[in-house]
């Protein structure tokens, strides 16, 4: 860097658009070209240098204000003569190491951060399973996140496969290994992919080192730790702004997910003196996958724990009590009432609960979800239909329709469905079905969805949402 201060643009689809970020302390992009500088790290200075800029016509006015901006995966669809930015109401950010932003507020609480079109180094501990193969797989493809290292104990020194921004080898990292790697400041996002009840040493590493990285864990491990820095992330159904404020995250269970999303608009028409039941059907993959496995060549491979010729073709049950995920959504749900007692220190109805049986099935990935759930009163299926629609109103990931959910409407889809739901003849009990890709929106997509809130990048970038319906009329 031979000067003290420096500004350039470049186009937004510049194949070399790595180099620039690379050399850059701020940058954004608006109308097809990114501005990138280095040197300054207030807002207004760089508002007062561009204005500067275009008084002596070396400028175009496109680029004031500073922010909002399209996000980067948007860019070259924008239609000729469209404006270079989003409507939405955002939060404009200086693409910075600070993230300095200003809020502008939102009524749906959602889509409103600012996309910075800085790139964000991603570290992915425990890459060997199915989720996380899915998580390298949306990252490849993403705007301004990139995939810098994965750690597998299994895999150490062999190459990662289906990442094709640039070669990623497997590491082996140690706790102490990532405690040195915060203090150097080489990643920006920590996604830990290991088993329930491992991932305590990383996090403990990072913690004592208060970097400024964030961390998405996908285990069960934190998913109960709201009050000691951790926030619940499902972003459909609690607080957005708190997700990106939060640097430490638990990504939702992938039943758990689903059992929320279908109670969730319910909450209020629920018979209080008896629980809804959810019974859940999870492809294989949800299982998990076995330790040590080798192909025919004695490489590393990935075996799931369940096949279909183990299950014989069948469904079988699994856990069928007290589930962590029966747990998990009941304990989250419970802060959703509007009537909640004070317990603690939090706002919970702590009398909720919830009766939930798995089962795994003889396909790869995708979950069907059966509720049944007494009500106080007595109801129309439409009238509960609508309940979904309103509760749902804008949300690109959630679809709601007409009939019964299945298998081949959410398996290899990032969003969540529901319909087929129908009344007991009584008027007080309704039957719902809903479904999602375990591995996508019950894993990686959700991390995916809270990795871009806590890094101020818009929610959906990387994830496909365009021609996702929203609700269906017909019959």
Same mark, same amino acid.
């Given at each position: 860097?031979?000067?003290?201060k420096?500004?350039?643009?470049?186009r937004a689809?510049?194949?070399?658009?790595?180099?620039h970020?690379?050399?850059?302390?701020g940058?954004f992009?608006?109308?097809?070209r990114?501005?990138?500088?280095?040197?300054?790290?207030d807002v207004?200075?760089?508002?007062?240098?561009?204005k500067?800029f275009?008084?002596?016509?070396?400028?175009?006015r496109?680029?004031?204000?500073v922010?909002?901006?399209?996000?980067?995966?948007?860019?070259?669809?924008?239609?000729a003569g469209?404006r270079?930015?989003h409507?939405s109401?955002?939060?404009?950010s200086l693409?910075s190491g600070?993230q300095?932003?200003?809020?502008t507020?939102?009524?749906?609480?959602?889509?409103?951060?600012?996309?910075t079109s800085e790139?964000?180094?991603v570290?992915l501990?425990g890459?060997?399973g199915?989720?996380?193969?899915?998580?390298?797989?949306?990252?490849n493809t993403?705007p301004?996140?990139n995939l810098?290292?994965?750690?597998?104990?299994e895999?150490?020194?062999?190459q990662?496969?289906?990442?094709?921004?640039?070669?990623?080898t497997?590491?082996n990292l140690?706790?102490?290994d990532?405690k040195?790697?915060?203090?150097?400041?080489?990643?920006?996002?920590?996604v830990?992919?290991?088993?329930?009840g491992?991932?305590?040493?990383f996090?403990?590493?990072?913690?004592?080192?208060?970097?400024k990285?964030?961390v998405?864990?996908?285990s069960?491990?934190?998913r109960?730790?709201?009050e000691?820095?951790w926030?619940? /992330?499902?972003?459909e159904l609690y607080s957005?702004?708190?997700?990106?404020?939060?640097?430490?995250i638990?990504?939702p269970g992938?039943?758990a997910t689903?059992t929320q999303?279908i109670?969730?608009?319910?909450?209020?028409?629920?018979?209080?003196?008896?629980?809804?039941?959810?019974?859940?059907?999870?492809?294989?993959?949800g299982?998990?996958?076995?330790?040590?496995?080798?192909?025919a060549?004695?490489?590393?491979?990935t075996?799931?724990?369940v096949?279909?010729q183990?299950?014989?073709g069948g469904?079988k049950?699994?856990?069928?009590?007290?589930?962590?995920?029966?747990?998990?959504?009941?304990f989250?749900?419970?802060?959703l009432?509007?009537d909640?007692?004070?317990v603690g220190?939090a706002?919970r109805?702590p009398?909720? /609960?919830?009766?939930?049986?798995p089962?795994?099935?003889?396909?790869?990935?995708?979950?069907?979800?059966?509720?049944s759930?007494?009500?106080?009163?007595?109801?129309r299926?439409?009238?509960?239909?609508?309940?979904?629609?309103?509760k749902?109103? /804008?949300?690109?990931?959630v679809?709601v329709?007409?009939?019964v959910?299945?298998?081949?409407?959410?398996?290899?889809?990032?969003?969540?469905?529901?319909?087929?739901?129908?009344?007991?003849s009584?008027?007080?009990?309704?039957?719902?079905?809903a479904?999602?890709?375990?591995l996508?929106?019950?894993?990686?997509?959700?991390c995916?969805q809270?990795?871009?809130?806590?890094? /101020?990048?818009?929610e959906f970038?990387?994830?496909?949402?365009?021609?996702?319906?929203?609700?269906?009329?017909?019959?």
């Amino acid at each position: 860097k031979d000067h003290r201060k420096l500004f350039w643009t470049a186009r937004a689809d510049d194949e070399n658009r790595a180099w620039h970020f690379e050399r850059a302390d701020g940058s954004f992009t608006r109308a097809g070209r990114s501005l990138f500088w280095y040197g300054i790290q207030d807002v207004k200075e760089v508002e007062a240098v561009i204005k500067g800029f275009e008084s002596n016509k070396r400028l175009e006015r496109a680029y004031l204000p500073v922010g909002p901006s399209p996000p980067p995966h948007r860019v070259s669809a924008a239609p000729a003569g469209a404006r270079g930015y989003h409507t939405s109401a955002r939060r404009p950010s200086l693409a910075s190491g600070s993230q300095a932003g200003i809020h502008t507020g939102s009524s749906r609480g959602y889509a409103t951060a600012a996309p910075t079109s800085e790139q964000k180094r991603v570290a992915l501990i425990g890459a060997r399973g199915f989720t996380g193969q899915a998580l390298v797989s949306l990252l490849n493809t993403h705007p301004s996140l990139n995939l810098t290292h994965v750690s597998s104990r299994e895999l150490a020194g062999s190459q990662l496969q289906g990442y094709t921004k640039k070669p990623v080898t497997y590491s082996n990292l140690s706790p102490d290994d990532i405690k040195k790697m915060e203090e150097n400041g080489e990643v920006d996002a920590w996604v830990m992919a290991l088993p329930n009840g491992v991932c305590k040493p990383f996090v403990d590493a990072l913690d004592s080192v208060q970097g400024k990285s964030v961390v998405v864990d996908l285990s069960a491990d934190y998913r109960f730790e709201g009050e000691g820095g951790w926030t619940y /992330g499902l972003p459909e159904l609690y607080s957005r702004e708190k997700i990106r404020q939060s640097k430490r995250i638990s990504n939702p269970g992938c039943y758990a997910t689903s059992t929320q999303l279908i109670l969730a608009p319910l909450l209020p028409y629920l018979d209080p003196t008896a629980s809804p039941t959810v019974f859940g059907m999870s492809g294989y993959s949800g299982a998990g996958t076995k330790a040590g496995q080798v192909d025919a060549e004695g490489r590393p491979t990935t075996v799931p724990k369940v096949t279909p010729q183990s299950l014989g073709g069948g469904v079988k049950a699994y856990s069928v009590t007290d589930h962590i995920h029966e747990r998990e959504a009941a304990f989250h749900l419970s802060h959703l009432f509007p009537d909640s007692k004070r317990v603690g220190d939090a706002n919970r109805n702590p009398d909720f /609960g919830l009766a939930f049986t798995p089962n795994v099935a003889p396909w790869f990935s995708g979950i069907i979800s059966v509720c049944s759930a007494p009500l106080k009163d007595k109801m129309r299926a439409s009238e509960i239909k609508s309940l979904y629609e309103h509760k749902y109103d /804008g949300e690109p990931l959630v679809s709601v329709q007409n009939e019964v959910v299945e298998l081949d409407q959410v398996e290899g889809k990032h969003g969540w469905r529901v319909g087929g739901i129908q009344v007991h003849s009584s008027g007080k009990r309704v039957v719902i079905t809903a479904g999602l890709d375990n591995l996508l929106k019950g894993a990686a997509t959700q991390c995916l969805q809270n990795l871009n809130l806590t890094l /101020g990048l818009d929610e959906f970038a990387g994830i496909p949402v365009e021609g996702h319906d929203h609700t269906e009329d017909g019959a």
